[in-house]
């Protein structure tokens, strides 16, 4: 069961009666170019043998899925009744041979794949390690995070439609939330661009820090001097970058950060802004003589999830090279 009375059957999502009377208690949609059900006898709650077309003008007017989801599986037929359950085709299986992400994944690969540290019918949250992409660079590029939630759904004979819906630099690890069919994919796109999608990162960087905690407001822009860089410009897009002081040594500080916005590289550029960049960062002023790698983890993810709005937060443990460099500091008293 995905909760209450609605529940997965294969590629069906099944709403029985008592689903319908809930959603048909939530609050109307009072957008002019839909008509209210409670004017509109034909819009009343429906029931077995209604036509697909009045339920999706009912689902709609209560604005219980987002309106695209609803008019696209009325356009292929994903709305219909099995006896006295309504059935919306939510869970279609893709065709792994014509599938992007799909065609990249090594069948036989002996590769580990990362650490699921969430999963239900909606979601997946992965453990992203140093060194992996989470989406190939050039066609066909395999061994990318994306290669392994296809690999992970096709070895549970689920081949779903799995997407990303945020990304972490290929030498920063923690977790990455991947949607695994469109309705989950639409209303976690529209979390992240509400701002409603918190992460949280461990860092380590060069120096201690002044402030025991601070905020950067600095906009950040692409560097036209260096191809892979960004950098802090008035011409930039908007980035808020807030941190604290958890450990310190004479040489290092360890720092909890927190986005407000979602710039490439921006925690990086931040850092190496105001005079601290990260350690093993060489990209922007980093000595990588104590890591190979920016010390950056992601440690945890805070949403609501996608169908039940329930409060979600999903940690990633420290990998090594952090536990090592903590090992190194002194916890900050409060």
């Known amino acids: 069961m995905i909760g209450g009375h609605i529940k997965r059957n294969g590629k069906w999502l099944e709403l029985d009666d008592a689903a319908l009377q809930a959603i048909a208690a939530a609050p109307a949609n009072d957008s002019p170019s839909e008509k209210s059900p409670a004017a509109t006898p034909e819009l009343s709650q429906p029931r077995a043998g209604s036509h697909p077309h009045i339920v999706r003008q009912w689902l709609l007017a209560h604005s219980f899925f987002p309106q695209k989801w609803v008019n696209r599986l009325f356009s292929v037929g994903g709305i219909r009744w099995e006896g006295d359950v309504l059935q919306l085709l939510a869970f279609p299986p893709v065709d792994p041979q014509s599938d992007a992400v799909y065609r990249n994944i090594r069948v036989n690969s002996d590769e580990k794949l990362p650490m699921v540290l969430y999963e239900d019918e909606f979601c997946i949250v992965f453990d992203k390690p140093v060194g992996m992409a989470v989406h190939g660079s050039s066609p066909g590029q395999a061994g990318t995070l994306d290669d392994a939630a296809a690999r992970h759904l096709l070895a549970q004979?689920?081949?779903?439609?799995?997407?990303?819906?945020?990304r972490l630099d290929d030498d920063t690890s923690g977790p990455v939330l991947y949607a695994k069919n469109d309705l989950a994919q639409w209303k976690l796109d529209e979390a992240m661009r509400a701002k409603q999608i918190d992460r949280h990162y461990i860092a380590v960087v060069h120096g201690q820090m002044t402030k025991a905690e601070g905020k950067i407001d600095a906009p950040i822009g692409k560097d036209r001097h260096h191809r892979s860089r960004r950098r802090v410009s008035d011409q930039g897009d908007a980035a808020i970058s807030h941190y604290e002081v958890i450990a310190a040594n004479a040489d290092m500080s360890m720092i909890r950060v927190k986005l407000e916005t979602g710039r490439t590289h921006q925690i990086r550029v931040h850092l190496s802004h105001?005079?601290?960049?990260?350690?093993?960062d060489s990209l922007y002023g980093g000595d990588s003589r104590l890591l190979d790698h920016q010390a950056l983890h992601g440690e945890k993810l805070v949403f609501a999830h996608p169908w039940t709005d329930k409060a979600l937060e999903i940690a990633s443990p420290w990998p090594q090279w952090l536990a090592q460099l903590s090992g190194k500091m002194s916890p900050r008293s409060k």
């Not at 004979?157 to 945020?166: A, E, K, Y």
């Not at 105001?274 to 093993?280: A, E, K, Q, T």
């Open 157 to 166: 004979g689920d081949p779903l439609n799995v997407r990303h819906i945020h």
């Open 274 to 280: 105001i005079g601290h960049p990260l350690v093993g």
